[in-house]
């Protein structure tokens, strides 16, 4: 599978997929809307099933390519921070931020409780979380145990936070021996300059490719066979001892 990483404004992104000659493209968190927008969270929140799905799905079933995008999911007098996952076919998965991230998540979002969530795309199975989910080696030891083989984290990373980008990611990917797809922002909203930096990193801990601060479009091969030789070099999930650590995640 090729995987593709559009750091840029959602209006460039039916280009974007056109030309990134890829099976999946995976945009930031709250792509759709903007994330730091205050009220405008819940103005601008829609259903699953909303009007901004039936466009990413006609625009996968134009292009062929699966899309993951951001946005603020409406359900009920709710809101979640979410992103889903479309297809030719239509949608395929959808996943609601369990992990809120201070003030600006809190204020406006429901929390997700659903911590694992899963669809095929190109014969690879991938796992959705978002931005802070990631931060939790729990969370994505989760995803690994499931049989996710590539994780895809839309993300709203702000500066002086790269360490995230540049180092927890890499980690989260070899610890749990998976490939990682981490799609950041790169504007700017009131007090926030988010830093870019989206990467997708191998089970290796091997970054395949990394945008910078400013609009990109960047891909990467993610393959099964690559997994499973990580995995039998690197044998983390094969030499766990769960036994040993019953009662301490609470």
């Known amino acids: 599978m090729r995987v593709a990483i559009h750091q840029g404004p959602v209006d460039a992104l039916p280009d974007a997929v056109r030309a990134a000659g890829a099976d999946l493209v995976v945009t930031a968190e709250m792509a759709t809307t903007g994330y730091h927008i205050g009220a405008r969270t819940h103005e601008l929140a829609e259903p699953a099933d909303g009007p901004t799905a039936a466009k990413m799905s006609a625009l996968a079933k134009e292009t062929g390519v699966a899309l993951a995008y951001g ?123 988010y830093c870019g930096r989206s990467c997708v990193v191998a089970p290796t801990g091997a970054v395949l490719t990394r945008a910078g601060s400013g609009p990109a479009l960047v891909t990467a091969e993610v393959t099964r066979e690559a997994l499973a030789a990580s995995r039998l070099e690197n044998t983390h999930l094969a030499d766990r001892r769960p036994e040993l650590y019953r009662g301490t995640t609470a």
């Open 71 to 193: 946005y603020p999911e409406a359900d009920g007098s709710r809101v979640y921070n979410s992103v889903q996952l479309v297809d030719a076919t239509g949608r395929l998965a959808n996943y609601r931020k369990t992990h809120l991230f201070g003030d600006l998540d809190k204020a406006w979002f429901t929390p997700g409780d659903e911590p694992v969530v899963q669809a095929d795309v190109a014969g690879v199975r991938v796992g959705l979380l978002i931005c802070y989910d990631v931060e939790f080696p729990e969370l994505v030891r989760a995803h690994a145990l499931a049989g996710t083989e590539l994780l895809v984290v839309p993300t709203a990373l702000m500066s002086p936070y790269e360490v995230v980008a540049d180092t927890v990611v890499p980690a989260r990917a070899y610890e749990s021996q998976l490939f990682v797809a981490y799609a950041n922002r790169c504007d700017v909203e009131r007090e926030l300059t």
